[in-house]
């Protein structure tokens, strides 16, 4: 019997981190929150979902060593409605 590659969640959940890591890797760090986020909400108990959220975390963080918190707490709640939606 030949061995199945990943299913298509799998698979799909594996792209959008590549697309969010990629994203967030050439400094465009606010269209990286896109990925990452339908990522947590639509494959929540997958492994990239929990390196999603360190992603995400990671970005607030930095958002408000930048003086930013307004927008640290944005996505800080962007995070918290995508857990939600589990």
């Keep these: 019997m030949a061995k199945q590659g990943p299913s298509v969640h799998e698979a799909i959940s594996a792209s959008l981190l590549r697309v ?29 979902a929990s390196v999603a959220t360190e992603r995400v975390l990671a970005i607030a963080e930095g958002l408000r060593k930048m ?9 800080i709640e ?3 409605e995508a857990h939600q939606g589990q």
């Design 20 to 48: 969010g890591r990629t994203l967030e890797g050439q400094g465009m760090v606010y269209q990286a929150l896109t990925p990452y986020l339908k990522l947590i909400e639509r494959y929540p108990n997958s492994q990239e």
């Design 78 to 80: 962007l995070l918290e």
């Design 67 to 75: 003086g930013q918190h307004h927008m640290a707490m944005t996505v």
